[in-house]
């Protein structure tokens, strides 16, 4: 299943929390343009180096359909950032 929402929070120092709420398929219908010609140098790069086709473009498809579920928490000084993905 693909990623439906993105969810950033950032811890701030001083104030109150940032929270962020991105949909996923609207964000990716704009970037389509941009994502047909990342798929189409990935697809010259596996011929450049020998790998299969669509077993790349197969594990990259099981890599996207495994984030939801996902957290990433990161701190650095007195600022954190929590993404989730749902």
């Known amino acids: 299943m693909m990623p439906q929402l993105l969810t950033a929070r950032v811890k701030r120092p001083a104030g109150r929390p940032i929270r962020i709420?991105?949909?996923?398929?609207?964000?990716?219908?704009i970037l389509s343009p941009v994502l047909v010609l990342?798929?189409?140098?990935?697809?010259?790069?596996?011929?450049v180096y020998r790998i299969r086709v669509w077993r790349a473009l197969g594990a990259g498809?099981?890599?996207?359909?495994?984030?939801?579920g996902s957290q990433f928490d990161i701190e650095h000084g007195r600022t954190a950032v929590l993404v989730t993905i749902r």
Do not use: D, E, K
Request: hydrophobic letters at 75%; proline letters at 11%.
């Open 21 to 29: 709420w991105v949909p996923v398929l609207p964000v990716l219908l």
């Open 38 to 47: 990342a798929t189409a140098v990935a697809v010259v790069a596996c011929l």
């Open 61 to 68: 498809w099981r890599i996207v359909s495994a984030l939801p």
